[in-house]
Every structure is written in structure tokens, then in C-alpha cells.
């Protein structure tokens, strides 16, 4: 393997940075990423990934609208106009750059997108009890071999992607009944596999889920993540789009 | 030596718009019916998120200078793709692609910059379009 190395040092730089392994024996996520990307299916007019509506479980009669139309509020209908979090799983699909910290009892993810920073415990503790819903979850996570599942709950009602891009006139929407389990696990030397599934029994009959591709930028490492602070000079405060 | 300014609003309904992506409601704000094409001179560039805007004097058919803004990606967004805030200074002689604000200010969306040299950069968000990319719907 050494030898190997020697002969393609670059290659060899980022098996090493992204596959090596924690002193425990668990797989070693630490690194430079893009976002997940889809490997085909419904593409948003957007470089965010929209989940597939052909992998969809159907709506369930009766359940919680799925689309949420425009009502001419801006405040209702681009909330990140306004700096709103776009939460999870949405923020973790957006075209951005994600960095990856990883120690013995936690993940953390942090995405270039609003500095969206998920910290992911993995010492086996149990979902909160007793929070309010939010934008991005309560996510907790442990391994199944060298596959980490992360399940996350108790969100607030929210979009669940980037659709809106492809029809401005509504969301997808998510229910505060949704639950979402990512299994992540390294695909080959520079692409981590990503299967996330929506388990949202207010809206859809059963769950579903959908594979996506993490690709591995050690490449990036030397930048890191630059700033993204939405309130420093946001043309939308206040209710209203303004100019100059 | 500055190029003589040109000025064109192009109104032309795009059948194809591309893909691209930004923190905002580009439909929000921008309308596809309304591209733009600008010549001018940078008067003043805001490197900053969520998106930066840079300002040009252009010169229209009758003589008069407006000062245009554009709104383009994220500092982030546009550094991972190379273009850092040096490339287009203050001063420089600019041609602008986009499409005009809704509010019928005198912004629009900075889709792709052309320099006198031919250079181009495309400085959109990348849920932002550009004219005349043929991609999307």
C-alpha cells in the first residue's frame, strides 16, 4: 500500500484523509464534502437536490396538506428572505460545501449554507424529552457496523426541500410527525453513500426513502468553509425586498 | 481606454432559463421576462452574504448615466467557483447579464460579467439565472 502511495501520493492523500478510521474501530467521517447529490430522478431548477417524487409513499387521505401554497405574505412564502433557517433535511441538500468532525461520541456537520451545524451524539443517549419542535431536529445516532445511523425527530412543520425553485407557487412540506433516519456509510475511497428516509405519518402513507452521493473534497480542506451570515447585508428585512 | 458605454433592456421572453441557486426567492425578486445586457464602469462592489452586489454607471442611448446594482451568489459560493472579490474592482468597464428587479428599481440579478478582454465569470447565485443558458425549463 505504501509503495502504492508513493506512486499516487494525491490519491493516496485522500483515502487516507477520508477513510481512515477512529481509534475505536468506527469508520472516520472527519473531512471536506459536497452536498449529497441524487443519482438521477427529479432535479430541481436550482443546483440544490430535491428529493424524487417517484420514490414518494402516497399522501395519506385525510393527512396534512403536502403542498403549501403561496398566500402573497412574503414573510409565508420565502421565509429565507428574511434569514429563516431553511432546517433539515432542506439546509443539508443545498448546493454548499459541508465539513465533517467526528470524535469517539459525536458528529458534527457543518454546512456552508447558513453555518448549518448539526452535533450528532453518539454515545448512545436517548432523543430529548420535553423541547420544543425545531427547524433541524433532535438527532441522535449509533452504528450498525460501519454504517452510522442517525435518526432525528421533533421538528417543527417546515419545508422538507428546494421544490419551490421548480414551482414558485408552493412547498413541500414536512409535518412535525416527521421522522428522518440517515444511514451513511463509505461507498468507495472518495464517496460516502447517503440513504435518507422520510417517515412522516401525517402526510404520507408509509416511509420512504431516497440514495444519495456525499463525494469527498480533501481538495477543499486548505479553504475550509467561508462565512455565510445572512443578516450582514440581506436586501429583505422588515417584510419587504428592498434595492440599494 | 474605456469602452464606449453601451446600454440594452432586452425584453424578450426566455423560453430556457438554467439552473442555478441562492439564499433568496430568485422568482421573488427578478423577472425572467425582463433580461438585461449592461455595459458600464464598477462604481462599488459589496463583497458580502448573503449575496454580494456590485453597482455600475451606464450610460443609456440618451446620454444619461444610471448606477445599476446587481445582485450576485454568495462570497462563499462565488470563491469556491474562483472568483474572489479582486476580480471585478471598482473602476473596471463591465458587461452585465441578468434579469431585472420586479420592484422596477434599478437592480437586477448579475448573472455573468464580461470583461473588455473577453473574460467572463458567472457571478450568480446558483439558484439565480442567467439568460440565455438553455437550461431548466
Redesign the interface.
Known sequence: MKKLCLVFAVACAGFAQNQGKMPDGKPNFSGTYEWPKAMGGE??????TIFDRKLFAPLKPGGEPFFEPHNGD?RH??P??F?MPAGFPSGML????MQFFQTKDYLIMVH???RMTRVIPLDGRKHREDIEPSFYGDPVGHWEGDTLVIETTNFKRWGLD?Y??TD?NQYRMHSDALKTIEHIRWKDQKTLSYNLTIDDPKIFTAAWSQEFSIAAKPE?DA?G??????E?????PGGK?Q?? | MRRPFTFSLLLATLATLPTLQAHHSFAAEFDTSKPVKMTGVVTKVEWQNPHIWFYVDVKGDDGKVTNWGFSGGAPGQLMRRGIVKKVIQEGMTVTVEGFRSKDGSNNANGARVTFPDGRSVFTAGSEDRAPGDGKGK
Not at chain 1, 232 to 236: A, K, L, Y
Open positions: 432535479q430541481c431548477r436550482c443546483s440544490a412574503p412564502d420565502e429565507r428572505d434569514c443545498s448546493a454548499n460545501a456552508e449554507f447558513q428546494d419551490f425553485y414558485p477543499w479553504a468553509l467561508y462565512e455565510y451570515v445572512c450582514e447585508n440581506n436586501r429583505c425586498c434595492g440599494k
